[in-house]
Structures are given as structure tokens and as C-alpha cells.
């Protein structure tokens, strides 16, 4: 039976059956209090093993081991993580308006307690899971309506919303607990993603690289679910678990290729059967459906000319292959014919980034060029199948 105590507000000393000690620290991530919290117990715990709410990514990221020149845009495109990419800056932006009011860059604390580590020669343990997979997971697993209320939540955020912000209530126990209730309310599968199973894998790493004395650094958000599971944490099989991308159902499989199945039968039955002109007049109906509202999507995305052209010429070909769609094709050929540049890349986390300026930005414009043409290639797609079925059902 293990024991816990809160040793001081925010720092709890946990105690286990072979007298190991674990003592956790839950943080604020844009807080300078948070950073000292961290200090402070590091260098008066002296521990042999620091835990961090890290994936080696992030870590990479936060130590600024990752360059964006080194990013590659159109590997993220053809990896389908366009989302998850413009995502991640979007948060990391939100952070930095937050870090504008306290003086405190997202992940001081981390990057701290790892310089600390590093100088004690303790053992450092990134206990979180992959960020990609956490991501991928959220991505499959919530809901289509969930997916747009929270993508919608991110666009529409303004900076007053951070004005009367109390950083340091955030790591209060209520304060926590009504966010996460109220998070759970709205997202109850998003939260249980990013939430919950990541509670039970950071305890779970944590228990499994215990040292003597651990010192474990986590967002505060994570402590009252972390400290349910020190009594029974995931065995590294079970953690395997909740690493597992959900694949797509069976159906999810199918019914991509049923309307492309359906489409090409209808041109090859018409050529068979003697119609010629109803299936040319098919076929003609098909590419500029496709064609003209996969090019309206990239001209609303205020897209290259070349990239338009690139959609009207792809779409009506992606439209019956599933495993490539129409946004992939504009989504690179923007990205080749106006490439971003290490300001975009600066400029799309800048604090005081608004809409007005994301429209300007090149990485978010190949985003809305990816997106809007992806829709315009499914609208499209439906226009052109009544037409369809008026030719060949006369």
C-alpha cells in the first residue's frame, strides 16, 4: 500500500511499499512560479531520477534539438498530419499569448528541471506518450461534430479570453477539477484521449523507471488522475494498449471505393451498352463538377494559379481513387510553387497572431488550400452523382 501526502501545494510525496520515493510536482506550463517550484524541489530533493511530461519530440522541440528548416512539409502531407501540424502550432500559439502575460515561455519548467538533471547526472526519464500517437488516437477516435466543435474552439479564440486569466488558480485541485468536468461535458472521448489515458501511461512510466528517490514533473491537470493509478499502474503490456492507432472499420474501408465503384461501372455500362453519348456526357459532367468546386475551394484558400490548376486537373482522378485525395495534389504543389520560409514558421506561433494574419502565412495558407479543396473534391463528387443517375436512368 503506497503512501501519499502533499508535501507542499503542488508537490506531492509518494511513498511506496519498497520505501522507493516518488515526489510530484504539478505545474502550470506558462508559469514563472512553476519554474522555481521546480527548482526549488529538485535542489532540496537531490533525486536520482527526474520525470518529465515529455515524448523525445517534444523534448527535441523544448531543447531546441528540432529546427523547423528542417521540417518537411510535404512528408507531413503525404503522412496525412497536416491537421495534427497546424494543430500543434495553434496550441503552441494560445501558449505563448498566455506566456505574454506571465513572462514565462510554454515548458520553462520542463526545460529546467532537465538542465538541473543534466547537472546533478540524474537519470532523466521523457515519460510521456508520443504526441503523434496521442494525436492520431484523439483524431480517430472522437467523433465528426466533436472534431469540428473543438477545431472551431481553437479558430475562434481571442486574446481577451486571456486578459483576466489567473495562471496560478489553474493549479489549484477545484479549479483543475472544473475544468476537466467541464472539458469531459463537452468532449467526453477527446478528454478520455488526452487526458485520461495519458494519466494512466505517465504513471505507468514513471512507476516503471522509479529510482531511489524520482522527482516527476507533470502539468497539474494530470496530478489527481495520476495519483489514482500509483496503486495498480498500467503493466507495460496494457500500456501498449492505449499506443494502438485504432484502424478504421470495415465499413470505413469500404465505403470509400462503393461511389468510385459505382461511377466507373456507370461509364463502362454506358460504352457496353451502345449509350456512347449519355457516357461521354457523363464523364464530362464528372470532370467539371469535380474539377470547377475543387478549384473554387483552392481560390477561396487565395491559392497559386498553378495549384488551382492542379486541382481542377487531379480532382476528378483522386475522386476515384481513395487512397489519394484532391488535397494532397494542391496541398504540394502550393507548398512547391510558394514554399514557406522560417518567418512563416515563426509568425504562425507569434503571440500576437490573429486570423487576418494567418490568411498571409504560407504554411497556413497550404493548410486551407489542403482543406478547402479536399471539400470542394467531395462536394463535387455528390453534385455530379444526380446528373448521373438523370442520364442513365433515361
Same mark, same amino acid.
Request: charged share 25%; net charge negative.
Given at each position: 500500500?503506497?503512501?501519499?501526502?502533499?508535501?507542499?501545494?503542488?508537490?506531492?510525496?509518494?511513498? *511506496?511499499?519498497?520505501?522507493?520515493?516518488?515526489?510530484?510536482?504539478?505545474?502550470?506550463?506558462?508559469? &514563472?512560479?512553476?519554474?522555481?517550484?521546480?527548482? =526549488?524541489?529538485?535542489?532540496?530533493?537531490?533525486?536520482?531520477?527526474?520525470?518529465?511530461?515529455?515524448?523525445?519530440?517534444?523534448?527535441?522541440?523544448?531543447?531546441? %534539438?528540432?529546427?523547423?528548416?528542417?521540417?518537411? +512539409?510535404?512528408?507531413?502531407?503525404? =503522412?496525412?498530419?497536416?491537421?495534427?501540424?497546424?494543430?500543434?502550432?495553434?496550441?503552441?500559439?494560445?501558449?505563448?499569448?498566455?506566456?505574454?502575460? $506571465?513572462?514565462?515561455?510554454?515548458?520553462?519548467?520542463?526545460?529546467?528541471?532537465?538542465?538541473?538533471?543534466?547537472? %546533478?547526472?540524474?537519470?532523466?526519464?521523457?515519460?510521456?506518450?508520443?504526441?503523434?500517437?496521442?494525436?492520431?488516437?484523439?483524431?480517430?477516435?472522437?467523433? !465528426?461534430?466533436?472534431?469540428?466543435?473543438?477545431?472551431?474552439?481553437?479558430?475562434?479564440?481571442?486574446?481577451?479570453? !486571456?486578459?483576466?486569466?489567473?495562471?496560478?488558480?489553474?493549479?489549484?485541485?477545484?479549479?483543475?477539477?472544473?475544468?476537466?468536468?467541464?472539458?469531459?461535458?463537452?468532449?467526453?472521448?477527446?478528454?478520455?484521449?488526452?487526458?485520461?489515458?495519458?494519466?494512466?501511461?505517465?504513471?505507468?512510466?514513471?512507476?516503471?523507471?522509479?529510482?531511489?528517490?524520482?522527482?516527476?514533473?507533470?502539468?497539474?491537470?494530470?496530478?489527481?488522475?495520476?495519483?489514482?493509478?500509483?496503486?495498480?499502474?498500467?503493466?507495460?503490456?496494457?500500456?501498449?494498449?492505449?499506443?494502438?492507432?485504432?484502424?478504421?472499420?470495415?465499413?470505413?474501408? #469500404?465505403?470509400?471505393?462503393?461511389?468510385?465503384?459505382?461511377?466507373?461501372?456507370? *461509364?463502362?455500362?454506358?460504352?457496353?451498352?451502345?449509350?456512347?453519348?449519355?457516357?461521354?456526357?457523363?464523364?464530362?459532367?464528372?470532370?467539371?463538377?469535380?474539377?470547377?468546386?475543387?478549384?473554387?475551394?483552392?481560390?477561396?484558400? &487565395?491559392?497559386?494559379?498553378?495549384? #488551382?490548376?492542379?486541382? !481542377?486537373?487531379?480532382?476528378?482522378?483522386?475522386?476515384?481513387?481513395? $487512397? +489519394?485525395?484532391?488535397?494532397?495534389?494542391?496541398?504540394?504543389?502550393?507548398?512547391?510553387?510558394? %514554399?514557406?520560409?522560417?518567418?512563416?514558421?515563426?509568425? +504562425?506561433?507569434? /503571440?500576437?497572431?490573429?486570423?487576418?494574419?494567418?490568411?498571409?502565412?504560407? #504554411? !497556413?495558407?497550404?493548410?486551407?488550400?489542403?482543406?478547402?479543396?479536399?471539400?470542394?473534391?467531395?462536394?463535387?463528387?455528390?453534385?455530379?452523382?444526380?446528373?448521373?443517375?438523370?442520364?442513365? /436512368?433515361?
Amino acid at each position: 500500500m503506497i503512501k501519499i501526502t502533499e508535501n507542499k501545494q503542488n508537490v506531492h510525496h509518494i511513498v *511506496f511499499d519498497d520505501d522507493r520515493e516518488l515526489y510530484l510536482v504539478g505545474t502550470a506550463h506558462v508559469s &514563472l512560479q512553476s519554474v522555481e517550484l521546480v527548482e =526549488e524541489t529538485i535542489n532540496e530533493i537531490n533525486p536520482d531520477t527526474i520525470c518529465i511530461e515529455l515524448d523525445d519530440k517534444r523534448y527535441n522541440s523544448i531543447m531546441n %534539438k528540432q529546427k523547423y528548416e528542417d521540417l518537411d +512539409i510535404v512528408k507531413i502531407i503525404r =503522412e496525412k498530419q497536416l491537421f495534427f501540424f497546424i494543430g500543434q502550432f495553434i496550441m503552441a500559439s494560445y501558449q505563448k499569448k498566455i506566456a505574454e502575460k $506571465t513572462g514565462s515561455r510554454p515548458g520553462m519548467e520542463f526545460k529546467r528541471a532537465i538542465e538541473l538533471g543534466e547537472e %546533478k547526472g540524474a537519470v532523466m526519464v521523457m515519460a510521456d506518450r508520443n504526441i503523434g500517437t496521442t494525436l492520431k488516437r484523439a483524431f480517430r477516435l472522437t467523433p !465528426f461534430w466533436d472534431k469540428m466543435k473543438f477545431l472551431g474552439s481553437l479558430f475562434v479564440a481571442d486574446d481577451d479570453d !486571456f486578459e483576466d486569466l489567473d495562471i496560478e488558480q489553474l493549479k489549484e485541485h477545484d479549479a483543475i477539477e472544473r475544468i476537466v468536468g467541464s472539458f469531459e461535458d463537452e468532449l467526453p472521448v477527446t478528454k478520455e484521449v488526452l487526458i485520461d489515458e495519458r494519466d494512466r501511461y505517465l504513471a505507468s512510466k514513471i512507476c516503471e523507471n522509479l529510482g531511489e528517490v524520482t522527482v516527476a514533473v507533470v502539468g497539474a491537470g494530470h496530478v489527481p488522475g495520476m495519483l489514482k493509478q500509483f496503486d495498480a499502474p498500467l503493466t507495460p503490456e496494457a500500456r501498449e494498449e492505449i499506443e494502438f492507432i485504432p484502424l478504421p472499420s470495415k465499413a470505413g474501408k #469500404i465505403l470509400p471505393w462503393i461511389i468510385p465503384a459505382i461511377v466507373l461501372g456507370a *461509364f463502362a455500362w454506358g460504352f457496353s451498352s451502345g449509350r456512347r453519348d449519355v457516357a461521354q456526357d457523363a464523364i464530362i459532367y464528372w470532370v467539371l463538377a469535380n474539377g470547377i468546386l475543387t478549384s473554387l475551394g483552392c481560390i477561396i484558400a &487565395l491559392a497559386h494559379p498553378l495549384t #488551382i490548376l492542379s486541382g !481542377f486537373l487531379a480532382a476528378p482522378i483522386t475522386s476515384l481513387n481513395p $487512397t +489519394i485525395g484532391a488535397g494532397f495534389v494542391t496541398g504540394i504543389v502550393q507548398t512547391f510553387v510558394n %514554399k514557406p520560409t522560417l518567418s512563416d514558421f515563426e509568425e +504562425i506561433q507569434n /503571440s500576437k497572431f490573429s486570423m487576418k494574419l494567418l490568411w498571409k502565412n504560407r #504554411i !497556413f495558407r497550404i493548410f486551407m488550400v489542403f482543406f478547402l479543396s479536399s471539400i470542394g473534391s467531395s462536394v463535387g463528387t455528390f453534385v455530379a452523382l444526380g446528373p448521373l443517375y438523370r442520364l442513365f /436512368s433515361q
